[in-house]
């Protein structure tokens, strides 16, 4: 994933991404489908709610739109498919700056959209199973213009993000 980036001021923040699937499979209905590597986009908007300066609470609250595309071919026929998913998502992070450098913070987001796929001629939409997220995560000042982050969704939607960011 590569993002691009732009502060509008003190408080708010914009990004907009493009990266690759790399793959994976999609069961239901007791058939079973390759997603083959296809590509994802999105564009969120940030804004700091209150806090950031070194021993202080912060609160931020972001919105995003993503969208994804890949094919999807079935174990059984070899019929190949075009997958296609949209995501509307609001979260908040909460968090406390230390040592200047290390914000640790507590996330929750809400999200919901459909996933479309056409399976032996009829189209089929599905969705999420779970609409939110909760977990944790750390960020740091790495110093040189260099931001790492870490976060682990552990309920609802599960995953682990790791990132990096330079600011020229």
Do not use: C, N
């Not at 993002?3 to 493009?18: E, N, V, Y």
């Not at 990266?19 to 564009?43: I, M």
């Not at 000042?141 to 976060?151: I, K």
């Amino acid at each position: 994933m590569v993002s691009f980036g732009r502060r509008l001021g003190d408080r708010t923040s914009l990004i907009a991404s493009l990266g690759l699937l790399a793959g994976g499979s999609l069961e239901g209905e007791g058939q079973r489908f390759a997603v083959k590597p296809g590509f994802l986009a999105s564009f969120t908007g940030g804004y700091r709610l209150f806090g950031g300066a070194d021993g202080q609470l912060f609160g931020v609250t972001t919105l995003s739109m993503g969208f994804s595309r890949a094919s999807v071919e079935d174990d059984r026929t070899g019929d190949t498919q075009t997958l296609s998913a949209s995501d509307l998502r609001v979260g908040a992070e909460l968090g406390v700056t230390l040592f200047e450098r290390l914000r640790p913070f507590a996330l929750a987001r809400a999200f919901g959209g459909p996933v479309q796929v056409q399976i032996a001629g009829r189209d089929r939409v599905g969705s999420d199973r779970r609409h939110f997220a909760l977990g944790f995560g750390v960020g740091t000042d790495a110093g040189r213009g260099l931001d790492l982050r870490f976060e682990a969704a552990l309920l609802g939607e599960r995953a682990f993000v790791w990132g990096a960011a330079y600011s020229f």
